[in-house]
């Protein structure tokens, strides 16, 4: 039985175009679960007073990282955001003196979206490859 070389090509051609879109799909919608349970683990028992940090929390992307590649960042845009999550122990520029103990929510919450992105990607490059 001949082989269409032409249709092959363009069939390939195909599933790397979906193949690459599922892998945009997949960072973004990764990082949007993420972004979910930072913004779950930011409550009035954690800390949290406003509500302006949990609010902060975005992502931003996707970008192309590399070949095929896909990067979306996930972080609070709030200035103090860095002290929440990693603590502040000493003083700061301006002389005030800060006690800070860490209160991550960023990290822990990419820990537990783990298998939930794994699933995600799972299912989405399955349909990409599939067509």
Do not use: C, N
Not at 52 to 64: A, F, I, K, L, Q
């Amino acid at each position: 039985m001949p082989v269409d070389d032409r249709a092959t090509r363009l069939a390939l051609d195909e599933m790397v175009l979906r193949v690459s879109a599922a892998g945009a799909r997949i960072s973004k919608r990764g990082a949007q679960i993420v972004q979910r349970g930072a913004q779950g683990r930011l409550h009035t028992g954690y800390g949290v007073v406003s509500g302006t940090m949990r609010r902060s929390v975005h992502t931003e992307g996707p970008r192309v990282v590399g070949e095929g590649v896909f990067g979306t960042k996930v972080g609070a845009s709030i200035i103090y955001a860095r002290r929440f999550e990693l603590g502040f122990t000493g003083p700061d520029s301006l002389g005030r003196v800060f006690p800070l103990r860490p209160r991550p929510f960023v990290r822990p919450a990419v820990t537990e979206s783990r298998a939930a992105i794994a699933a995600l990607a799972a299912s989405q490059w399955r349909r990409a490859i599939r067509g």
